[in-house]
């Protein structure tokens, strides 16, 4: 195995946030593996384990497709009607090859009704497993850099 | 302005808008409401060593709590005796002293002015004995819990709580020793409406089916029975809504949503079953068959009058909120968990707390959202100014959760102290 292409990688997330921002959730499922988890620790504790500290979000694969089924409902009050959401993800780094870690900046940009601009700055973390030629998302943690949620108010979209 | 109409003989009772959205009633409100009551601080488990601190806002003050040198609790105005800048600005963290930064006053863990740069500069009549930061007027706690109060004259903590204590006792019964204690962990975040909408929010389960028909749907996708409700009921169980008095009211459930003490549902894992049932056996065994199913197979929203939450049902939690405007408020939420809780027990807890809860969870930010649908809409209440809160008014006996006898409870109360001198 030698080293991974930091611009395929690039490519795959730039795939993935486009899935997400044009609400293609089924799409972005089939991106993951079977034990995939999605996480977004308290704004107070960005290292932590969910097993001893309260996450806002810490789901395995079978939350995370409820997540998506509850998304695709209209009843789904708080998306409903949708955010809009822009992504910029941008200073990706490969830090470790194997398993293949990687972690880069978002910034992701949300819109829903007449509201302010709601800013989500942060840092992923990826642990991704290369498979046909691209990549399948094994864990996904974005880290807010906010010190609380505060005006961001609430985390309903996928982040 | 008349705020609240009570007229229970007419079975009216309704509530004037201009409550949610008027900015001199927020200002009065601050003064009659907040400056009077015991308002939650934190929790005594959130510093435990010497020196340990916290601070947060309560009330509009910074407020610092710490143990002191023989490691005791003390809770401080955080503000510098000399200018009145913030002298703690971290979130949390262990210190000996704590310097105000502006000038250098620097003051000991017990609050005490340690020392200050070039006081020969102050006249001879200067005592630093008498410029230690200063407490609130009122601190006590109540089972671990830290309450504060603005008025000197207050009735004391336990009077204030009253018939509450039952309910607050019946969560800490899942712990051995009566023990619990705050997890890492804090989701802070803001709604923009008033308080008072998730004082009701809180404790209205009239609001499950339609707000969180998802939440509802995930639980019966994942093999959680639930019921179709019983004739008279909007829910899958039956529960009631009462007033403990004070303004304080409370649910009380009959569980179907899983208990992490201890009701098992699939969500949990096979894994955790053998757990919870040893979790339940130890309090049958403390407690006696009948109050063990109190504590492991009914849920309760506890509020607290005005702005504290104990919510005790997909996990426990404490939530604390603040008014920063009349359409805005600043919301802290807090896992708490027996001290003794095995690390299985305790993942449970914490995955159990996010199906539900917290501003990624699968309920709360559709009650965000309704709250905020709320204030937007209030915008009329000039024109649309009364609403009414009368389910069950007309009813003898027992008043369900999704009847609103302790949401009048709460605003009565409001009602009163605001119509105080």
């Known amino acids: 195995m030698g080293q991974t292409d930091a611009a395929a990688v690039e490519a795959f997330l730039y795939h993935e946030a486009a899935l997400l921002d044009s609400w293609k959730l089924d799409e972005w499922l089939a991106l993951l593996t079977e034990d995939a988890t999605y996480r977004v620790p308290s704004n107070d504790r960005p290292e932590s384990d969910p097993k001893t500290a309260l996450f806002m979000i810490a789901d395995d694969i079978r939350r995370i497709r409820a997540r998506v089924t509850r998304l695709k409902d209209p009843h789904a009050h708080a998306e409903y009607p949708r955010s809009r959401t822009r992504r910029f993800i941008s200073n990706l780094r490969i830090v470790g090859e194997s398993p293949l870690r990687v972690e880069a900046n978002f910034i992701v940009y949300r819109f829903r009704g007449n509201d302010d601009k709601r800013e989500y700055v942060g840092h992923y973390r990826y642990t991704l497993v290369p498979r046909d030629g691209t990549f399948r998302i094994q864990s996904r943690e974005a880290i807010l850099d906010a010190m609380e949620l505060a005006s961001l108010g609430t985390v309903s979209f996928i982040l | ?421």
Request: proline share 6%; glycine share 8%; with cysteine.
């Open chain 2, 1 to 421: 302005m008349q705020l609240i109409v009570n007229e229970p003989q007419a079975h009216r009772f309704e509530v004037n808008r201009a409550a949610l959205i008027d900015p001199d009633i927020f200002a009065r409100e601050r003064e009659k409401v907040f400056e009077r009551c015991w308002l939650y601080v934190g929790h005594e488990s959130e510093v435990r060593e010497p020196g340990d601190f916290r601070t947060r806002i309560v009330c509009g003050r910074p407020i610092l709590f710490c143990r002191d040198s023989a490691s005791e609790l003390r809770v401080f105005l955080n503000t510098c005796r000399h200018r009145g800048a913030v002298v703690c600005r971290e979130p949390e963290g262990n210190a000996k002293r704590h310097t105000c930064f502006y000038h250098g006053w620097t003051y000991d863990r017990d609050g005490k002015l340690y020392a200050i740069p070039g006081q020969d500069a102050y006249p001879p009549s200067f005592d630093r004995a008498q410029y230690g930061l200063q407490p609130p007027p009122r601190v006590d706690s109540y089972r671990g819990f830290i309450f504060l109060n603005f008025d000197r004259n207050a009735p004391s903590l336990r009077d204030y709580l009253g018939k509450a204590v039952e309910y607050i006792d019946l969560v800490l019964d899942q712990s051995p020793t009566g023990r619990m204690e705050v997890i890492h962990g804090t989701q802070e975040y803001d709604i923009k409406a008033n308080w008072k909408l998730l004082v009701e929010n809180s404790f209205d389960d009239y609001h499950l089916i339609t707000t969180h028909a998802t939440w509802l749907d995930y639980l019966k996708n994942s093999g959680v029975q639930v019921r179709k409700p019983e004739k008279g009921h909007v829910l899958p169980s039956h529960g009631l809504g009462k007033d403990l008095g004070g303004g304080h009211g409370t649910t009380d459930n009959v569980n179907f949503r899983g208990r992490p003490v201890a009701a098992w549902i699939p969500i949990y894992g096979d894994a955790a079953k053998p757990e919870l049932d040893r979790i339940r056996q130890e309090i049958t065994t403390r407690l006696g068959e009948e109050r063990a199913k109190r504590v492991c197979d009914t849920n309760r929203n506890l509020l607290i009058f005005p702005s504290l939450v104990l919510l005790d049902g997909s996990s426990v939690s404490i939530r604390s909120f603040q008014p920063v405007a009349p359409d805005r408020m600043r919301v802290r939420a807090w896992a708490l968990g027996p001290v003794e809780e095995t690390p299985l027990a305790r993942q449970v807890r914490l995955d159990s707390f996010l199906t539900f809860y917290g501003p990624g969870g699968f309920a709360t930010p559709d009650d965000i959202e309704a709250l905020e649908s709320v204030q937007q809409g209030v915008g009329s209440y000039k024109e649309v100014q009364w609403s009414p809160i009368t389910r069950g008014i007309a009813k003898e006996g027992e008043q369900l959760n999704t009847d609103e006898a302790h949401l009048r409870a709460f605003w009565t109360q409001w009602d009163k102290l605001m119509r105080q001198p």
